[in-house]
């Protein structure tokens, strides 16, 4: 079993930053590629990025925040991080991360390839 703990959402303007953190119990987290998700109201969960197990040398995000997030990973703290550059209003949701017990495969943004989440962060972009 896998506990995942987001932390770090929170209200800001638009073009500010944000960190989130995702803390993961257990003593092999180096194992686990990790993505994180994003729903906002009415809308389906959706990829946002996700990053190789290990050292993570293999990171993937989805169209709509290549070059303004970054996945990283800090496997002694058992911690994923998603730093959050130049925000957009579009960019509000709810932030979740989530572990893939394998590899990072080819199906990285599909949900169903994920096995554990953590209960989400709430972000809020304002213009």
């Known amino acids: 079993q896998v506990q995942l703990v987001e932390s770090g959402g929170g209200l800001v303007q638009a073009g500010d930053s944000l960190r989130l953190s995702c803390a993961a119990s257990?003593?092999?987290?180096?194992?686990?590629?990790m993505g994180w998700f994003r729903q906002a109201p009415g809308k389906e969960r959706e990829f946002v990025a996700a990053i190789s197990r290990s050292s993570g040398t293999t990171s993937y995000y989805a169209d709509s925040v290549k070059g303004r997030f970054t996945i990283s990973r800090d496997n002694a703290k058992n911690t994923v991080y998603l730093q959050m550059n130049s925000l957009k209003p579009e960019d509000t949701a709810v932030y979740y991360c989530a572990a893939d017990l394998d590899y990072l495969g080819s199906d990285y943004y599909s949900r169903s390839r994920y096995d554990y989440w953590g209960q989400g962060t709430q972000v809020t972009v304002s213009s």
């Open positions: 257990g003593r092999t987290f180096s194992r686990y590629a």
